[in-house]
């Protein structure tokens, strides 16, 4: 079993270190991962400068891009071989509902997916790695459970999983659910810079809008570990007939 294990908050966050000491014995495991924080990066790639590839004293390979670029680098030459499973994480905070699109964390697990490779994000709730070793010992179990149920021929598949921060054995078991909705983001924060230039900080994301049963935030919210399938498909599928029909009307006009 071969595991690329990458992340967004860079190679030295205990969030990456912890679930690499979880999985390590379950197979050969390799870290390739930021140099620094790069959350909310989604699946950027870097086009326009080099990137480079170090290794840290720890084994762990980092590399001045985002989690995507590691993910990519590693996939297309660096490890000379196609790992069987992408794992990313665990992330320092939630990425639940809309926060996937924006997630660095899934943006790593997810170009392994579009690579045809198995994959999943896992994150903490809440930020400030409280009981980051239960979260890793939690990720370890659904990482043995994938291996078990592995399936060569199946099509891959992407899941993200967040985790509650809480010792583990107040951990609820898995819940598979959907994804909920956020409100929109908090306003922007500015602010004149001493050279008088206004100065700009993206706000917070927003608050749950869609917590009801059957959703991430629900699940979380009760204990569970959530877990959600994700697809990357983005055509509106119901909004195809609607499209067409008026795309259809003009023509005839
Ligand atoms: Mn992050």
Redesign the pocket.
């Known amino acids: 079993m071969k595991i690329l294990l990458s ?3 860079g190679y030295q966050a205990p969030g990456i270190v912890a679930l690499y000491d979880a999985i390590k014995d379950l197979g050969e495991v390799e870290v390739v991962a930021p140099e620094h ?4 990066k989604s699946n950027a790639l870097t086009l326009h400068s080099p990137l480079y590839v170090h290794l840290a004293g720890n084994g762990f390979r980092y590399v001045n891009g985002t989690p995507a670029d590691c993910v990519h680098v590693a996939l297309t030459g660096l490890l000379g071989y196609r790992p069987d499973l992408v794992v990313s994480g665990i ?3 939630a990425n639940m509902g809309d926060d996937t699109i924006y ?3 899934v943006g790593a697990a997810m170009e392994g997916y579009l690579f045809g490779i198995p994959a999943i994000a896992f994150s903490q709730t809440q930020k400030g790695w409280s009981h980051i070793d239960a979260a890793a010992r939690k990720a370890r179990e659904l990482v043995q459970q994938v291996i078990a149920q592995r399936d060569e021929g199946a099509a891959p598949w992407l899941l993200n999983v967040n985790i509650p921060n809480v010792p583990f054995e107040e951990l609820k078991p898995f819940k598979v659910c959907r994804l909920g909705r956020r409100h929109a983001a908090e306003k922007v924060i500015s602010q004149p810079s001493p050279h008088g230039d206004m100065m700009y900080w993206i706000g917070g994301a927003g608050p749950a809008k869609d917590d009801a049963e059957g959703t991430d935030f629900h699940a979380t919210a009760q204990g569970h570990v959530s877990v959600t399938p994700l697809k990357v498909d983005l055509t509106d599928h119901q909004g195809l007939q609607q499209w067409s029909l008026r795309f259809a009307n003009r023509a005839g006009n």
């Not at 924080?37 to 909310?40: E, G, H, L, R, V």
């Open positions: 992340n967004d908050d924080n790069n959350s909310a992330n320092n905070g997630s660095g964390t």
